[in-house]
Each structure stands twice: as structure tokens, then as C-alpha cells.
């Protein structure tokens, strides 16, 4: 049964620092893989997606990587504002076309 | 383009009671899965209609039932509702069976 880990469960960074979230899967046998952002009590907004022969997806200040063969995927925010605080969740699709989703890393940016 | 809406915002039910939630898909999404997220977890797959047909389902009991109706839109409902069935209900549509998945804002069922 594929499992998705999230490292570290949440974070406290000051503004404008880098930083990077990690997000590991047991199967690698995945169709894509999709980061996710989710304010407190709200609905989930794709921030990007990477299809299984994909190594990286850029968005402006974001950056996803995938190493399918290892089962990791890392999200690389630069230059954090206060406006990104939220919590940030890595889903795998699998061939049962069910998103398996990880705990989420809770991300706050400190003024 | 209207993306995923969800229908009710808030709902509140007893233990016991019946629920039906609503879900109207993007335009042009032939797909629609829907997900249950408790408080602090990620959302866990409850099953998925594709052109009006089930087509996957989660580790959920058959008191979780849905439809997808010709428009594609969908509804979950939940029979016998228990304390622990108070969660955050996701609708997310895709316009294939196997690509990226849209989601709604929820609907936030507490049940008493």
C-alpha cells in the first residue's frame, strides 16, 4: 500500500529566507505527483504538478524536483513572504486513480 | 471558467442521520473523486465517478455511497453517520480519469 511521508510535520522560517519540503512515497509506481496548498479550513489549490518522466516543475518562486526511482520529491520556495504560511501537502496519483496524500508540513513565515 | 463548487459550506447532523453532500465539476471534467480529510491529516480517497460510474474506491464502508449524474456533477452520501465521520469532505474534478485533480473548498460536516 503506498504511503507518502512528509518531513518536517511544520517549520518557522523568517521572511525572505529559502527554504525546502520533503515529501517521500513507498511505490514508485506513480502517475504523477502533485504539491498542494491548504489555508486553515479551506479547500486544497495545486501549486504544481509532475508527471512520472518529469524530474522538476517551476512556478514562479517554486520549485518541485521528483526522483521517482528513490520515491522523494522536494518543494523549494525562495525567498519566503508571510503570505506563504499555510500548510503544504505532496499527493501521488496511482493507477487506482486515487491521490494517496501525505500529513502536510505547516509552514509559517515570520514578519 | 467556474471552477469546483461544493455544496453545503457548514453542516452539522446527528449521530445516526443521513447526509448529502454536493459537488459540481469544472467545465469540461468528465471526473470527479471525492476525499475525506479529519482534522490534522491529509485527505484519504473515498472513491471516484468517471462518466457516471464508479471507478475506484477507498477504504471506506458501503455506507458511503455516491452518483455522478449527466452533467457530471456528483453527490456523496453518508448513511448511519458516527461521531468519527465528522471531517472535511473534498470534491476534486479532473478532466480524465488519471490526471490532475481540481479541488473545491469543501464542505465541513460535524456530527453530534
Known amino acids: 500500500k503506498q504511503e507518502v511521508t512528509q518531513i518536517p510535520a511544520a517549520l518557522s522560517v523568517p521572511e525572505g529566507e529559502n527554504l525546502v519540503l520533503n515529501c517521500s512515497f513507498t511505490?514508485?509506481?506513480?502517475?504523477?505527483l502533485q504539491w498542494f496548498r491548504q489555508d486553515p479550513g479551506k479547500g486544497l489549490t495545486s501549486l504544481l504538478l509532475?508527471?512520472?518522466?518529469?524530474r522538476e516543475q517551476t512556478s514562479g518562486r517554486l520549485n518541485a524536483s521528483l526522483d521517482k526511482s528513490s520515491g522523494r520529491s522536494t518543494l523549494y520556495i525562495a525567498a519566503s513572504q508571510p503570505g506563504d504560511s499555510a500548510t503544504y501537502l505532496c499527493?501521488?496519483?496511482?493507477?487506482?486513480?486515487?491521490?494517496?496524500f501525505g500529513t502536510g508540513t505547516r509552514l509559517t513565515v515570520i514578519p | 471558467e467556474t471552477g469546483v463548487t461544493q455544496s453545503p459550506t457548514h453542516l452539522i447532523k446527528t449521530r445516526g442521520q443521513q447526509v448529502t453532500l454536493r459537488c459540481s465539476s469544472q467545465?469540461?471534467?468528465?471526473?470527479v473523486s471525492w476525499y475525506q480529510q479529519a482534522l490534522g491529516q491529509g485527505p484519504q480517497f473515498i472513491f471516484q465517478?468517471?462518466?457516471?460510474?464508479?471507478?475506484g474506491r477507498g477504504n471506506f464502508p458501503p455506507r458511503f455511497s455516491g452518483l455522478q449524474f449527466p452533467n457530471y456533477s456528483s453527490e456523496l452520501n453518508v448513511n448511519a453517520l458516527e461521531l468519527d465521520d465528522s471531517a472535511l469532505y473534498l470534491c476534486?474534478?479532473?478532466?480524465?480519469?488519471?490526471?490532475?485533480?481540481?479541488f473545491g473548498p469543501g464542505t465541513r460536516l460535524t456530527v453530534t
Open positions: 467545465s469540461g471534467h468528465n471526473t
Open positions: 509532475i508527471q512520472s518522466s518529469q
Open positions: 465517478y468517471y462518466r457516471e460510474e464508479e471507478n
Open positions: 511505490d514508485s509506481a506513480i502517475y504523477n
Open positions: 499527493a501521488v496519483l496511482t493507477g487506482a486513480n486515487n491521490l494517496f
Open positions: 476534486a474534478s479532473s478532466p480524465a480519469a488519471v490526471a490532475e485533480q481540481y
